[in-house]
């Protein structure tokens, strides 16, 4: 079946450890984004990428790196977990910038102690 | 920065009650985007409107666009327990078109 697919889908982190969330897609689209969602505060973009092999920072980018080497996958890294960033985080995808459908993943459950 | 100002946030009400939820910006938007998201999933989209004053229905749901394409709406006519959920609008914001949420509704329908 064709979508995304996020992993692990639930983890538990000490901080100060680094930890790498996958991201992959079969659906070739150009677009790929990493959201967080946090009770009271919404959806918020973390990077974005319009197409392999550029980046760029959303709303709340501190403490996460992202990279595009192809056009399946987009891993986000958070390089040293601090408790802030404990959240539910869920990749997406669209086929274009403008007026298009995202497809979203199942969510990682992020848990930094 | 583009803002999307959703109301209400919380909504309990019984089946068979009508509602309507809110979706507001002081920024045009090229469209509006309305996504539900169940509990352990991703959203998923319900609907896309584009033109200012468009309405789009689906079964028991109606979208409408603002004629200055700044704000949206849902109404949800005889709700059911499976409407319960959180309905998101979001839009295509900034110049790089990335799509931007409101805060969200969460709906929750009692049988």
């Known amino acids: 079946i064709a979508g995304i697919t996020q992993a692990p889908t639930s983890q538990i982190l000490a901080a100060g450890r680094r930890m790498t969330l996958r991201c992959t897609q079969d659906?070739?689209?150009?677009?790929m984004y990493w959201y967080r969602q946090d009770l009271g505060l919404g959806l918020r973009l973390i990077h974005y990428?319009?197409?392999?092999?550029?980046?760029g920072k959303g709303e709340v980018p501190d403490g996460y790196s992202v990279s595009r080497a192809n056009t399946d996958d987009f891993p986000l890294t958070l390089a040293s977990a601090v408790p802030s960033q404990t959240s539910v985080y869920f990749c997406?995808?669209?086929?274009?910038?403008?007026?298009?459908?995202?497809?979203f993943g199942q969510g990682t459950r992020l848990t930094v102690v | 920065t583009q803002l999307l100002e959703q109301s209400p946030q919380f909504l309990s009400i019984q089946e068979g009650e009508n509602l309507t939820v809110y979706c507001n910006s002081s920024?045009?938007?090229?469209?509006l985007q309305w996504y539900r998201q169940e509990p352990g999933e991703g959203p998923v989209l319900l609907v896309t409107?584009?033109?200012?004053?468009e309405v789009k229905k689906l079964k028991r749901l109606t979208f409408q666009f603002g004629d200055a394409r700044k704000d949206s709406s849902l109404h949800i006519t005889a709700a059911q327990p499976g409407d319960t959920g959180l309905y998101l609008c979001?839009?295509?914001?900034?110049?790089?078109?990335?799509?931007?949420f409101g805060k969200g509704t969460k709906l929750s329908v009692k049988p």
């Open positions: 997406a995808s669209k086929a274009g910038r403008l007026n298009t459908e995202a497809f």
């Open positions: 659906m070739r689209h150009n677009a």
């Open positions: 990428s319009n197409t392999a092999g550029t980046t």
């Open positions: 920024s045009v938007f090229s469209s």
């Open positions: 409107v584009v033109t200012g004053g």
């Open positions: 979001a839009g295509d914001g900034g110049s790089q078109g990335n799509l931007i």
